[in-house]
T-cell receptor, first 111, second 119 residues
């Protein structure tokens, strides 16, 4: 069963705007990861945040994690047309089971 | 950079055919995975392997088998392809780390995917 659920399913913004995607999950986790997938290609790892971390930055990416609400958000600042892709969260549960992916958010950045 | 190579980008097969999807990684990773990706269903794990000749069922193993004879190569086999196996197939690898499952804090490296159509 899916552990992570992304919200919204689709997001369309203008270049230069910020994009925020959310992920909710159901069980306790060791870490949460975000991946990006360009159309018709494989996934690329973006960032990992551990359960004892609240916020992490990588370039224009900012990830937050709220374990009390079992949710995470991915913020892309100053978006570019090249950021157009699907974004997936993936959770590693404390039970030791495999990494579980959500269904993704389709981000479209219009030039 | 880690490279995960899937042998075919697009594949068209007929119902009942035996299909082999090959995946090779070049970074000596212990763990390898096969996922399928379908619209509205996200990524679902078919099989994974922690080591040579070892395999574990994922969430949807029915209709599939795998082979890992060498550390760098992980093959997915559709014994008798069916139309409901039309999908994007993604291979991934990761490093073993520490104790437990090896998934602790480890990121996956994906291949570019194989779009399989079964007619």
């Amino acid at each position: 069963s899916q552990q992570g659920e992304e919200d919204p399913q689709a997001l369309s913004i203008q270049e230069g705007e910020n994009a925020t995607m959310n992920c909710s999950y159901k069980t306790s986790i060791n870490n949460l990861q975000w991946y990006r997938q360009n159309s018709g290609r494989g996934l690329v790892h973006l960032i990992l945040i551990r359960s004892n971390e609240r916020e992490k930055h990588s370039g224009r990416l900012r990830v937050t994690l709220d374990t009390s609400k079992k949710s995470s958000s991915l913020l892309i600042t100053a978006s570019r047309a090249a950021d157009t892709a699907s974004y997936f969260c993936a959770t590693e549960e404390t039970s030791g089971s495999r990494l579980t992916f959500g269904e993704g958010t389709q981000l479209t950045v219009n030039p | 950079d880690v490279k995960v190579t899937q042998s075919s980008r697009y594949l068209v097969k007929r119902t009942g055919e035996k299909v082999f999807l090959e995946c090779v990684q070049d970074m000596d990773h212990e763990n390898m995975f096969w996922y399928r990706q379908d619209p509205g269903l996200g990524l679902r794990l078919i099989y994974f392997s922690y080591d040579v000749k070892m395999k574990e069922k994922g969430d949807i193993p029915e209709g599939y088998s795998v082979s890992r004879e060498k550390k760098e190569r992980f093959s997915l086999i559709l014994e008798s392809a069916s139309t409901n196996q039309t999908s994007m197939y993604l291979c991934a690898s990761s490093l073993f780390q520490g104790t437990g499952t090896g998934f602790l804090g480890e990121k996956l490296f994906f291949g570019s995917g194989t779009q399989l159509s079964v007619l």
